[in-house]
């Protein structure tokens, strides 16, 4: 019986280890972390979730759907970033991070505002990508200037 039990967490300890995020998913966890920074959800920031996701992806409507649901859900389970900012490393190229970058900007000034949470999840986001400060600057003002 114990022997059981005890192969029953590390089965469960193994799944969460090897959860595999795709691109799009990772994505879509953290324009929603951003979304959720400062606890004020607007809906210029859904919107803004929604074209990005179908901007960058190309979706079809259902898979759009789900990847917004699942995306807003992996992100409110999530223990930390890494896991999605692991993923975006591994398969995505610097240009792809700019983009992924520019459009978290995008979702923090939907509304208009930048809330401080915003900004500081945003630069976390930012240093797990590898993403020099430079950058997160120049993507910023691209996205404010525009």
């Known amino acids: ?9 590390k089965r469960s300890s193994d799944d969460e ?17 951003v979304i959720r920074a400062d606890n004020n959800t607007d809906e210029r920031e859904k919107r803004a979730y929604r074209e990005i996701l179908q901007r960058q992806f190309s979706l079809d409507k259902p898979t759009l759907e789900s ?8 992100a409110e389970e999530a223990v930390d970033l ?10 995505c190229d610097n240009d792809k991070k700019k983009v992924i970058l ?3 900007w995008e979702i923090a000034y939907a509304d ?14 930012a240093d797990l990508l590898y993403i020099p400060h430079s950058q997160f600057i120049k993507t ?7």
């Open 102 to 104: 520019t459009s978290l």
């Open 112 to 125: 208009k505002s930048l809330a401080p949470m915003e900004e500081h999840t945003i630069r976390r986001i």
């Open 17 to 33: 280890q090897d959860q595999n995020f795709s691109v799009e998913l990772a994505t879509a966890a953290l324009l929603s972390e």
């Open 67 to 74: 990847l917004l649901d699942e995306g807003e859900q992996t």
């Open 1 to 9: 019986m114990l022997k059981s039990v005890v192969e029953l967490f």
């Open 82 to 91: 890494v896991q999605f900012t692991q993923v975006i490393n591994e398969r």
């Open 140 to 146: 910023k003002l691209s996205v404010t200037d525009s």
